[in-house]
């Protein structure tokens, strides 16, 4: 497999933002999870989904996507070969439902 610079560092990012959120995952009783989702996107999925998912970067704009919450869900889970890292185990079913939801009410800033 042929790894370019680019691609190391965004798989070093992940990495490095994964382990913290795995491990505040864990502290909550199962089914009392609670995540700050802003601050979790931003320092795990905004170093592709720019300005918190409102625009593209190296990641498509979230905001006002038309994907359903089934192919959100997959795509966060498994990720996508060469482009997206997954996220199955750092993040509970819960956890990811969350992201779903901030995904769907992410508005543009005002002003």
Not at 22 to 49: K, R, Y
Not at 58 to 77: A, E, F, S, V, W
Request: some cysteine; hydrophobic content about 35%; glycine content about 10%.
């Amino acid at each position: 497999m042929k790894w370019n610079l680019e691609g190391l560092a965004l798989l070093a990012a992940s990495l490095t933002c994964a382990a913290p959120v795995h491990a505040q995952s864990a502290t909550p009783a199962p089914g009392n999870e609670t995540i700050d989702v802003a601050q979790l996107f931003a320092t795990t999925c905004g170093w592709c989904h720019s300005d918190g998912g409102r625009a593209a970067g190296k990641g498509p704009q979230l905001m006002n996507t038309t994907r359903d919450d089934d192919y959100l869900r997959d795509r966060i889970k498994h990720g996508k070969s060469g482009a997206m890292p997954a996220f199955g185990e750092t993040f509970s079913d819960a956890q990811i439902d969350q992201i779903i939801k901030y995904i769907r009410q992410l508005k543009p800033h005002e002003g």
